[in-house]
């Protein structure tokens, strides 16, 4: 996997324009100027890697757009050793973003067997390395981990999923697009056993999480 000194500069590019765009944490646009996005799309799709847009990818999916990477992360308000739920793996991008990060303890969930098999193969291959990369499904989360300190979903969610609520450790902070055509962009922070905050952040638009019909 090759990492020319086009693809760096195309990244620094990349950072600029989302400082422009309002991302302010250092640690976060750090993240995006390391990890090169395009080992993460489709070959007839390289060209446009850097382009602040989201792109196809396998199982009818997307990777999403680095701003939207970015914004969700940032929300995030990470602190090293947290440990960090992903719901919906996808291209693998977010999850190499987290990993980017300095000392997290990352989990991914992916519920298409297509994606998660190709991705996690290309976790292999890159030397990436999150604690877990799960089949099943994210409407779930992963309580025999819980509780976290962040939990991130990748995908437009209908309702916020009760068990994702539940894994949150106090303080922690669930970043979810809720919404079933658009979703609006929400933050939950566990303040108590029973209580939580929460603040939206505005409109995006994901491809649907899907969960388990039976």
């Known amino acids: 996997m090759t990492d020319s000194t086009k693809h760096q500069g195309q990244r620094r590019q990349l950072v600029k324009l989302l400082e ?8 976060v646009l750090t993240a995006v100027g390391t990890v090169p996005r395009h080992w993460f799309m489709d070959a007839g799709l390289e060209e446009y890697s850097y382009a ?4 196809p990818i396998a199982a009818n999916q997307t990777i999403s757009q680095p701003y939207t990477v970015a914004f969700q992360t940032q929300l995030l308000e990470l602190q090293k050793g947290d440990k960090v739920l992903e719901i919906g793996t996808g291209s693998g991008y977010q999850t190499a973003i987290l990993l980017a990060l300095d000392g997290l ?8 067997q297509q994606l998660f098999k190709k991705t996690a193969l290309l976790f292999k291959k890159l030397r990436l390395q999150p604690k877990k990369v799960i089949f099943g499904d994210g409407y779930q989360g992963l ?5 976290f ?6 995908a437009g969610a209908p ?16 970043v979810i697009p809720v919404g079933d055509k658009d979703q609006i962009m929400t933050r939950y922070i566990r303040t108590g056993e029973k209580s939580f905050d929460r603040k939206t952040f505005g409109d995006f638009r994901f491809v649907p999480l899907l969960k388990d019909k039976n």
């Open 105 to 112: 303890k990352v989990y991914t969930i992916e519920r298409q």
């Open 52 to 55: 602040d847009k989201a792109y």
């Open 149 to 154: 300190e962040a939990i991130l979903v990748t």
């Open 159 to 174: 309702e916020v999923p009760k068990a994702l609520l539940e894994q949150l450790a106090i303080g922690g902070r669930l």
């Open 20 to 27: 422009e765009k309002g991302i302010q944490n250092k640690e």
């Open 143 to 147: 309580p025999e981990q819980a509780p």
